[in-house]
């Protein structure tokens, strides 16, 4: 980025030097650009505009600049994939983690981030449909477990002829819908509904949201182990990874478990879902936005080289943790984590990672690391 381009950003625009989120909305979502100036960028709502976007600061120092979503096209030449996303992220409703994940997916099945980008989006939308068929088996299965009378029936539900299972399940959903002060039909729909909910998370069985945290355990042992070989390799960057993983990595766990644990009482999530659908959407949602970002680290770091200026790339794309997360962990979870004082030292010494690589070769690199997180 030439020395003109950087004075008209730093006039237009609004640099925030230090920038301290206290919610993840005001954080954003992390949004899977591949021109290389748009990298780390993160879509929220925006104050006097539908959207803004929240890009580190170009020059290599300190801060953020916060732009409204439409200028991005003034503060680069961005790829025609990126300016597809652009105007596609434009027309959500909200943005979340999951709506961002869904919209990147549809704008890299057109083709526009390579054959690779395309057809990993195809795999993820198979996957995920999968996933949710399994979610509603599984709660299905539950609701037979917690409904049917002591000793009714000595075959677990899962180990049942899928005939005998299917009139087990009508038998019990219809046994609850009453419960419910609901027609039986009512309780199919919100158990469907519900699986869409916990596909990721998954029920009694492991799911994306818990694969995704085993990625980021991996991570944050393979970077420790780097820097305990090389310590005077980008030493203050690594530590700032795997701080910054460590206390994840407590609170992606402790938000999961909590989604979890909520199928045990069926009876009170499905009252739940009736009553208070929304809040319950949020509650569900917590281990998705403390991960939100990472799956780019974690994809830098696969494609490697493992060597110093990667880890310098991740640091500077290490996700702020909001105060709002505090919030969402049980006084019962003690926090060991927290991250070092001196983060914002760490990420403006993250001056310039473009050097000794064309334009072309970093956005094929970005369309590899799009291919490895959707």
Same mark, same amino acid.
């Given at each position: 980025?030439?020395?003109?381009?950087?004075?008209?950003?730093?006039?237009?625009?609004?640099?925030?030097?230090?920038?301290?989120?206290?919610?993840?909305?005001?954080?954003?979502?992390?949004?899977?650009?591949?021109?290389?100036?748009?990298?780390?960028?993160?879509?929220?709502?925006?104050?006097?505009?539908?959207?803004?976007?929240?890009?580190?600061?170009?020059?290599?120092?300190?801060?953020?600049?916060?732009?409204?979503?439409?200028?991005?096209?003034?503060?680069?030449?961005?790829?025609?994939?990126?300016?597809?996303?652009?105007?596609?992220?434009?027309? &959500? =409703?909200?943005?979340?983690? *999951?709506?961002?994940?869904?919209?990147?997916? @549809?704008? /890299? +099945? %057109?083709?526009?981030?390579?054959?690779?980008?395309?057809?990993?989006?195809?795999?993820?939308?198979?996957?995920?449909?999968?996933?949710?068929?399994?979610?509603?088996?599984?709660?299905?299965?539950?609701?037979?477990?917690?409904?049917?009378?002591?000793?009714?029936?000595?075959?677990?539900?899962?180990?049942?002829?899928?005939?005998?299972?299917?009139?087990?399940?009508?038998?019990?959903?219809?046994?609850?819908?009453?419960?419910?002060?609901?027609?039986?039909?009512?309780?199919?729909?919100?158990?469907?509904?519900?699986?869409?909910?916990?596909?990721?998370?998954?029920?009694?069985?492991?799911?994306?949201?818990?694969?995704?945290?085993?990625?980021?355990?991996? &991570? =944050?042992?393979?970077?420790? *182990?780097?820097?305990?070989?090389?310590?005077? @390799?980008? /030493? +203050? %960057?690594?530590?700032?990874?795997?701080?910054?993983?460590?206390?994840?990595?407590?609170?992606?766990?402790?938000?999961?478990?909590?989604?979890?644990?909520?199928?045990?009482?069926?009876?009170?999530?499905?009252?739940?879902?009736?009553?208070?659908?929304?809040?319950?959407?949020?509650?569900?949602?917590?281990?998705?936005?403390?991960?939100?970002?990472?799956?780019?680290?974690?994809?830098?770091?696969?494609?490697?080289?493992?060597?110093?200026?990667?880890?310098?790339?991740?640091?500077?794309?290490?996700?702020?943790?909001?105060?709002?997360?505090?919030?969402?962990?049980?006084?019962?979870?003690?926090?060991?984590?927290?991250?070092?004082?001196?983060?914002?030292?760490?990420?403006?010494?993250?001056?310039?990672?473009?050097?000794?690589?064309?334009?072309?070769?970093?956005?094929?690199?970005?369309?590899?690391?799009?291919?490895?997180?959707?």
């Amino acid at each position: 980025m030439s020395k003109s381009q950087i004075a008209a950003i730093r006039q237009e625009f609004h640099l925030v030097t230090r920038f301290v989120p206290t919610t993840f909305l005001e954080r954003g979502v992390a949004t899977p650009f591949t021109t290389p100036q748009l990298a780390g960028a993160r879509a929220r709502p925006g104050e006097r505009s539908s959207l803004e976007v929240i890009v580190p600061n170009p020059t290599g120092g300190q801060g953020v600049y916060i732009l409204p979503w439409g200028s991005i096209d003034s503060l680069c030449n961005p790829t025609l994939h990126d300016r597809r996303l652009n105007e596609a992220v434009l027309l &959500l =409703r909200g943005v979340t983690p *999951e709506a961002i994940r869904h919209t990147a997916r @549809d704008v /890299a +099945a %057109e083709g526009l981030a390579g054959r690779g980008a395309q057809a990993a989006a195809r795999r993820a939308r198979e996957a995920e449909s999968h996933a949710c068929l399994q979610a509603n088996f599984d709660l299905l299965l539950e609701v037979v477990r917690q409904v049917e009378l002591e000793g009714e029936n000595p075959i677990p539900p899962e180990q049942d002829h899928p005939a005998a299972l299917e009139w087990r399940a009508k038998r019990a959903v219809s046994r609850l819908a009453p419960r419910l002060h609901c027609l039986p039909e009512t309780v199919v729909l919100m158990l469907e509904q519900l699986a869409t909910c916990f596909g990721s998370i998954g029920v009694g069985r492991t799911a994306h949201i818990s694969i995704s945290i085993a990625r980021l355990v991996r &991570l =944050r042992r393979e970077v420790a *182990e780097f820097a305990e070989q090389k310590p005077d @390799d980008n /030493a +203050a %960057e690594a530590g700032l990874v795997v701080s910054s993983a460590d206390l994840t990595i407590q609170m992606a766990k402790a938000t999961l478990a909590d989604a979890q644990e909520l199928p045990s009482d069926i009876v009170g999530l499905l009252q739940r879902w009736a009553a208070d659908p929304d809040g319950l959407l949020r509650l569900l949602a917590r281990p998705d936005w403390l991960l939100d970002g990472w799956d780019r680290i974690c994809a830098l770091w696969e494609l490697g080289p493992a060597a110093g200026r990667t880890i310098a790339e991740m640091a500077a794309l290490v996700p702020v943790v909001p105060r709002e997360a505090y919030e969402w962990i049980s006084q019962s979870v003690r926090i060991a984590s927290q991250l070092p004082a001196h983060r914002g030292k760490i990420v403006q010494q993250f001056e310039d990672w473009r050097t000794g690589a064309t334009v072309c070769d970093l956005i094929a690199r970005n369309e590899a690391l799009l291919a490895k997180t959707l």
